[in-house]
């Protein structure tokens, strides 16, 4: 019966009140509703299915491998307690690849010094943008055996960066600060620092591959955790974007920590990096003791001599290399 009516009495007034069932147009609208709602969920499901299908396609069955071999520390809701989520790594790892072999052409040195456990890699930073991390993360997962994961030390600021600052989350990176690398290293995590920071990637090209001061946080890290350093050099970084100089005053403007002058970006294409060629140098592994709370001028000098040898490598490095694009 599609009309069930009931009589009731109010103030000496009878009433009639109905309710509709198949023909009630409000339970239509809700049932077509949740049938358009259906739709688009399968449609979407599809079209994930599709595209991580063409995704591990894309990636081959050796790089899915060693992505499936990482130590991933998963949570309930499918990430780990810093929020990298795997499948969204992996969408990152195709673009990386891209670069890694195919524009930079990344030749790698000593991989095998990097040892298991945890670990401090303490490298050299430039190139304006953070393609040097990029570069060592994935010499890290397809060179090295077996593959490691690696956490960058990011500046900041990029926490204030809307999508960036999720995107960063969700492929692993992490804020700079020392409680995220304490608790990571004690996971005995690998661990990426760049102790020039800012003062680092955004060096003029006329000062390219000269060091400047090293933070010392990272040393003290080292000394309370007990772990070994790699001193890691990456050359071609520096001749990605040519700057001419820092433009200081807008970039405080701007609230960025930098304002780089690029000449290129005036030319077609010139968005894009130079197409350089990579090459990383790891280190042997330095190991330190002391005591992490001793004064600035005892952490400097344990901090000097892995500057020192990552100024070294570099040095050593540019000898050896036979061009900038080859």
């Known amino acids: 019966m599609g009309l069930r009516t009931a009589l009731f009495v109010r103030g000496g007034t009878r009433y009639l009140r109905g309710s509709m069932s198949e023909n009630d147009p409000g339970r239509a609208r809700s049932t077509r509703t949740r049938g358009v709602f259906s739709t688009v969920q399968r449609a979407r499901d599809s079209v994930r299915r599709r595209v991580d299908a063409t995704v591990d ?3 081959g069955d050796d790089v899915l491998s060693r992505l499936d071999r990482l130590p991933v520390h ?9 929020g990298f989520d795997p499948k969204v790594a ?16 990344t030749v790698v040195h000593g991989i095998g010094h990097v040892p ?26 397809l060179e090295r055996e077996p593959p490691r994961f690696i956490r960058s030390m990011v500046e900041k600021w990029t926490a204030t960066l809307p999508f960036v600052s999720e995107f960063f989350q969700r492929a692993g990176q992490i804020v700079g600060v020392p409680e995220n690398c304490l608790r990571l290293l004690e996971r ?3 661990i990426l620092v760049f102790p020039e920071g800012v003062r680092g990637i955004s060096k003029p090209f006329a000062e390219r591959y000269k060091l400047v001061d090293f933070g010392l946080g990272f ?27 820092n433009v200081k005053p807008l970039a405080r403007l701007l609230g960025a920590p930098s304002f780089p002058l690029l000449p290129q970006l005036m030319f077609p294409g010139g968005v894009l990096p130079l197409p350089v060629r990579y090459h990383i140098y790891f280190g042997e ?3 330190f003791t002391g005591d992490p709370d001793d004064d600035d001028a005892v952490i400097e000098e344990k901090v000097w001599v892995v500057r020192a040898t990552v100024q070294s490598m570099i040095n050593r490095g540019l000898k050896e290399r036979r061009g900038v694009f080859w």
């Open 57 to 59: 396609a894309l990636l």
């Open 285 to 287: 592994p330095l190991v």
């Open 188 to 190: 005995d995590e690998a």
């Open 219 to 245: 040393m003290r890290l080292a000394l309370e955790t007990r772990t070994p350093i790699v001193p890691v050099a990456v050359l071609g970084a520096e001749e990605q974007y040519i700057s001419i100089a």
């Open 116 to 141: 298991d456990g945890r670990v401090l890699l303490v490298s050299n930073h430039s190139g304006q943008i953070p393609l040097d991390g990029m570069a060592i993360a994935c010499a890290m997962l």
């Open 74 to 82: 998963r949570g309930p809701v499918g990430v780990d307690p810093f």
């Open 90 to 105: 992996k969408y990152a790892v195709l673009f990386a690849r891209a670069l890694y072999r195919n524009y930079f052409r």
